[in-house]
Structure formats: structure tokens, C-alpha cells
């Protein structure tokens, strides 16, 4: 059985929102936590490929990670047969809203490598789409495989609606790095799907 994980910061409005998405998984096997508010937006959502992580080794099933300001609407997402599956509004970036993986080898080479730069300090002003989209591309090159994936525009295409609460709730914080900072080359890459080498962040970001 697929499994839903997803986060949340304690004493906020996202535990408003949390309880309206637990509500719209009822009938389906769900994990969601609370978290102490960290210092900076960026740190609070760094923690998404290690519950994920956690997650698919332990049931050695798939998973979907859903941000906590979103529901589930319909059952697409869970019926979608693909090894991933995500949102990715602009071709030269994945979103971190809603992702799900298969229990593969590629798609935990893909978490490992995910959740070891959303850990690493010097990462720590970069937004997560800028490391999971860093680390889809480098996971392919990684394992010489591509993903057998779909992906959709918008998240009402995959039964989600999203209520984008950080653009109310959050303050942008000095020297964060967005997926807008990404190099030209890069974009141009994700955008050709061309996985024959690996990136670092210096290169990804301008």
C-alpha cells in the first residue's frame, strides 16, 4: 500500500492546515508529524527527503510526499502506475509540493542523494525544488537510468488542491536561493532531459 508523508511546524497556522489534510487521507494509510519551528523557512521544509527516506525503507512500498497546506481531492495520484510521479510547473524545475516515488533502486539513490544536500549546512539557504530537481538529474547520471515518470503542470492534475500558504505566511529570507538563481545551463539541461553527467550546486546556482 502506498504511503502519504508529510510534516508540519507546531503552534502555526500549518497545523490548521495539517488537520484539513489529514482529513482528505482518511481511508488511505498516512504519516503525518509535527515539527518545532526551525529558523528559517528553508530549514522547516529540509527535512522532506528524510521522511520520505525513512519512510520507503520501512515499508519497502511507495510513497507520496504532500505538503501539509494541500488535499487530496481525488484518488489520481494514488492510481498513477509510474516509478515517479511529479509536480513540475515550469520544464526546468520539480516542485517539492507532491512528489511520489516507487520503492526502486534509482528512486532511493534519488532520496539519498535528495535528503544528503537538504542536510548539508552550506545548503541551507536553498529553496527545496532548486535540491530535488539537482538531485533527479544527478541520481540519473549517477545510475545511467532514467526514471519511468509523468508529470503534470498543475496539482489539480493529480487530485491535489494547494493552498501555497507560504506566499502568506512566510518572510523571504537574505541570500536564499530560488529556482529563478539557476543557471541557464542547467535549466537547459533539465529541460532536454539530459542526465550524461552530474552537477554541483555551483554550477546549478548564479
Not at 519511468?148 to 506566499?167: C, M, P, Q, W
Not at 529563478?180 to 554541483?200: H, K
Request: charged share 20%.
Amino acid at each position: 500500500m502506498t504511503t502519504f508523508v508529510s510534516y508540519h511546524t507546531r503552534g502555526d497556522v500549518y497545523e490548521i492546515y495539517a488537520a484539513r489534510l489529514a482529513r482528505s487521507l482518511r481511508g488511505h494509510n498516512a504519516r503525518i508529524i509535527s515539527i518545532a519551528p526551525k529558523s528559517t523557512w528553508q530549514a522547516n521544509v529540509h527535512g522532506k527527503a528524510s521522511l520520505m527516506l525513512e519512510t520507503m525503507r520501512q515499508t519497502k512500498r511507495p510513497v507520496i510526499w504532500i505538503d501539509a497546506d494541500c488535499v487530496l481531492t481525488n484518488n489520481t495520484l494514488v492510481a498513477l502506475n509510474y516509478e515517479l510521479v511529479a509536480y513540475r510547473p515550469q520544464p526546468f524545475f520539480i516542485a517539492g509540493t507532491v512528489l511520489k516515488l516507487d520503492y526502486t533502486g534509482l528512486a532511493m539513490c534519488f532520496l539519498e542523494l535528495w535528503e544528503s544536500y537538504m542536510l548539508a549546512d552550506k545548503y541551507a539557504h536553498v529553496w527545496d525544488d532548486v535540491l530535488l530537481t539537482l538531485a533527479y538529474v544527478n541520481a540519473q547520471a549517477s545510475c545511467k537510468r532514467t526514471f519511468n515518470e509523468v508529470f503534470a503542470d498543475r496539482t489539480g492534475r493529480l487530485g491535489i488542491e494547494h493552498y501555497n500558504a507560504s506566499k502568506l505566511h512566510r518572510f523571504r529570507t537574505p541570500g536564499e536561493v530560488s529556482v529563478y538563481n539557476m543557471s541557464v545551463a542547467f535549466r537547459q539541461a533539465v529541460v532536454a532531459r539530459d542526465y550524461s553527467r552530474e552537477w554541483t550546486l555551483e554550477e546549478v546556482i548564479t
